[in-house]
């Protein structure tokens, strides 16, 4: 990277640094092939005696010293309350005290730079790193204070790096933490697994949502996730794009602890096309309610209902003799209540999949959708109590049946003594034409949450070669795989961006983030205008109206999903990518970030 950046003497410092270390003798040799010369020298950045002695040297050996790239740093990890002194002073030294001792060392050389390398995580927190957040924050107050004294001090808040430095290694590129997210992968092979070849959607073979439950549910379950007894509670499962099995697929679910509950996002890959993951689905789970609701009398509640002619399953879809389950059905008024009976050969499966993954996938069957064809979108909350036993019973309410979406609740009930075993409120589908299904391309891959070390150099020859503001945020806009001329560079001057500026700029674009005192509210007009720049970017489409319909523009669930992440990060609420198939545009979705940013309305009859 240095001699990439056009560096022709560069000492290299480390504390453990050394010519003779055979993992570091040939980037060394691979500098000196592009003409540069370097020198390793072995310092801690914290010690100023050390620092004194190495600069010392370092002028000796080339001279003059015009510019300084500060890349000392070591992760944090651990819940802070569980961390010593010595433990968050490891972390702080080489960032705070390093900097500090840099400027000691370096007065009276002609510096051009001084760039601190900080982390995105000093801007935003980071789970389990506090002190690697502290660390890095420091280095972006710093260099605020400095830069209008010395005009060059800048300190650049990286986003991960995939391949190379301290996030590879972590479960998930992209979280320079180890420790606080973990991970579970599974391969599903056609031929091998049911799941694959009892589920073929146009001939294809396409694991289905419910799979991916059970896979999540389960392995949190292992995990101890929730106390014994209680249930677990899956929240905004989210399902962007349907996972295709014709080859042997992975599937890798990681759970990053956040306030009490885990995040969870799958993503797949086929070994055979390549080593890059893609996103599918995205939600959160945790612990839910102490108490398993009262045992429901089945018998009582089918005499509330007539009988219904059999639940059809999707005509556009193949299934196997596993969700071949559907008894007797019942239905009136937007409720249905349906028997399903798993073959008594597959009885043995059921100790392995406590949520059979055909039985709930029929279970989301059963309602008046014949017709149209809908894929699973959200789960927004689904309760497990037990595991599902082999005869069940579902309870069924509609809620919506509307453009775009279906949106349907159901308990499933042991069928022979009315336990509840799991509930679903809010599991919302979408509409799909089944030729817009078969001939979707594999989706882009979405999993590139980090900067390659291609597009890392070019980022650190732009900041070499622009004009810096004291602090610069790299961003890959919401995880995208983006060519680096989508970058974002962000300076802090006081002029603020056209909010429906083009996204499609072909050149790194500096764009001023406005300084506001803090807790202003947006207006708003403002965030209107912030969520169709949203949309553009999203969409990666020029301008965009506030009245624009996003799905008019070539939306989908996979850029609905993405669009809520920017809104929710940006206004801290929690807007479900559901909310989008129904406030399709700016304005509606501006309205709904107000209507939940709006405070609590004082309960009048406490006394304060
Ligand atoms: N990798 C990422 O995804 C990422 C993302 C955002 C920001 N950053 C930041 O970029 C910088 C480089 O990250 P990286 O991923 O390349 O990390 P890395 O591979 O772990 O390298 C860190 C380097 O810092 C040196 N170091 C640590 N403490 C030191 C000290 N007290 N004095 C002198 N050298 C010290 C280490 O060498 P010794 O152990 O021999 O001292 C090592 O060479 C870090 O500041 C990091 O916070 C990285």
Redesign the pocket.
């Known amino acids: 990277m240095l001699a990439d950046v056009q560096a022709r003497r560069i000492a290299l410092?480390?504390?453990?640094?050394s010519e003779d270390d055979p993992a570091v003798r040939p980037w060394l040799e691979r500098i000196r092939q592009s003409g540069a010369e370097v020198e390793v020298f072995a310092?801690?950045?914290?010690d100023v005696a050390a620092m004194r002695a190495v600069v010392r040297d370092v002028v000796a050996r080339f001279g003059e010293i015009h510019g300084v790239l500060h890349?000392?740093?070591?992760?944090g990890g651990g819940l802070f309350e569980q961390r010593s002194t010595a433990d968050v002073r490891r972390v702080l030294?080489?960032?705070v005290r390093?900097a500090l001792v840099l400027d000691e060392v370096l007065a009276g050389q002609p510096l051009d730079f001084v760039l601190h390398?900080?982390?995105?995580?000093g801007l935003a927190g980071l789970y389990g790193s506090a002190d690697?957040a502290a660390a890095?924050a420091f280095l972006d107050a710093h260099a605020r204070a400095r830069m209008p004294r010395d005009g060059r001090t800048v300190s650049v808040a990286?986003?991960?790096?995939a391949e190379?430095?301290?996030?590879?290694g972590s479960p998930v590129a992209g979280r320079?933490v180890a420790g606080a997210e973990w991970q579970v992968t599974r391969t599903f092979e056609p031929g091998r697994d049911w799941e694959l070849d009892e589920h073929r959607v146009k001939g294809r073979r396409v694991l289905p949502a419910t799979a991916v439950l059970e896979l999540i549910c389960t392995a949190a379950a292992r995990r101890g996730l929730w106390p014994a007894g209680t249930a677990a509670e899956v929240r905004e499962l989210t399902f962007v794009t349907p996972i295709v099995g014709d080859d042997p697929v992975e599937v890798r679910v990681t759970f990053t602890p956040s306030a009490g509950r885990h995040d969870v996002r799958v993503h797949a890959r086929h070994p055979a096309d390549g080593p890059e993951w893609t996103e599918h689905a995205r939600g959160s789970i945790g612990p839910g309610r102490a108490a398993v609701p009262a045992a429901v009398d089945v018998a009582a509640l089918a005499a509330t209902l007539d009988e219904a002619p059999p639940v059809q399953l999707s005509s556009w879809i193949d299934f196997g003799p596993r969700w071949q389950v559907v008894g007797g059905v019942r239905h009136r008024d937007g409720r249905w209540l349906a028997e399903l009976g798993l073959p008594e050969e597959f009885h043995a499966e059921l100790a392995d999949h406590p949520l059979h993954p055909a039985l709930i996938d029929v279970a989301t069957s059963v309602s008046d959708r014949a017709g149209r064809d809908y894929l699973p979108f959200c789960y927004r909350r689904f309760e497990w109590f037990a595991p599902l036993t082999a005869r069940i019973a579902v309870h069924v309410t509609r809620n919506a049946a509307v453009d775009r979406r279906y949106e349907m609740d159901f308990d499933i009930l042991d069928a022979a003594d009315g336990r509840v075993l799991a509930t679903v409120t809010g599991f919302v589908l979408r509409e799909v034409q089944p030729s817009e299904f078969v001939e979707t391309p594999p989706s882009a891959p979405t999993d590139r949450a980090?900067l390659s070390p291609a597009d890392g150099v070019q980022a650190l020859r732009d900041l070499l070669t622009l004009p810096l503001p004291p602090y610069v945020l790299v961003t890959l806009p919401d995880n995208r795989a983006l060519p680096v001329r989508d970058l974002w560079l962000r300076d802090t001057a006081d002029d603020r961006p056209d909010p429906v500026a083009p996204a499609a700029d072909p050149r790194p674009v500096a764009r001023p983030v406005e300084r506001r005192p803090a807790g202003t509210p947006d207006g708003a007009e403002e965030i209107e205008l912030m969520v169709a720049e949203m949309c553009a970017q999203t969409l990666g489409v020029g301008r965009f109206g506030v009245g624009d319909d996003f799905f008019g523009h070539g939306g989908d669930s996979l850029s609905a999903v993405q669009l809520v992440s920017r809104i929710n990060l940006r206004w801290g609420v929690e807007i479900s990518a559901v909310t989008v198939f129904d406030r399709s545009t700016p304005e509606l979705l501006a309205a709904e970030v107000l209507a939940l940013r709006e405070p609590a309305p004082a309960d009048p009859g406490v006394a304060t």
Not at 117 to 121: L, Y
Request: net charge positive; aromatic share 12%.
């Open positions: 410092v480390g504390r453990t640094a310092a801690d950045v914290a890349c000392a740093g070591v992760p030294a080489p960032k390093g390398f900080s982390s995105q995580a690697y890095n990286w986003p991960a790096w190379v430095g301290m996030a590879v320079p980090a």
